[in-house]
């Protein structure tokens, strides 16, 4: 059975520096494209960051290019997410997705993800 769980979430202050973990069950993180996703409160949940290591793609929307790093590793099946310069408008719940395909321009795409972990809160304080 696929599952992820996402962690890491917390309460931080403007230019500070967070990572969220997920940690993949199921299947290898080498084998799907995985996705970082949020939604902050009263808006859609949108697509951050999207990995595959089948082809070595990377997707960024461009509100977190430069301050935002979206890793892996095999050992720990677990997909990572290293947050810096964070901004107010970062907060949000934090969700990682699989669209349980090696890769695919749709990882971005909410609807194209088959399997979500649980959110993890981030909080960015002014």
């Known amino acids: 059975e696929v599952q992820l769980q996402a962690s890491g979430g917390g309460l931080v202050q403007t230019g500070g520096s967070l990572t969220l973990s997920c940690v993949a069950s199921?299947?290898?993180?080498?084998?799907?494209?995985i996705g970082w996703f949020r939604q902050a409160p009263g808006k859609e949940r949108e697509g951050v960051s999207c990995f595959s290591r089948k082809d070595g793609s990377t997707f960024y929307t461009d509100s977190v290019k430069g301050r935002f790093t979206i890793s892996s590793d095999s050992a720990k099946n677990t997909v990572y997410l290293q947050m810096n310069s964070l901004k107010p408008e970062d907060t949000a719940e934090y969700y990682c997705?699989?669209?349980?395909?090696?890769?695919?321009?749709?990882?971005?795409?909410?609807?194209?993800?088959?399997?979500w972990g649980q959110g993890t809160l981030v909080t960015v304080s002014s």
């Open positions: 997705a699989t669209p349980t395909v090696g890769t695919t321009p749709h990882c971005p795409e909410v609807a194209s993800n088959d399997y």
């Open positions: 199921g299947f290898n993180v080498d084998d799907y494209a």
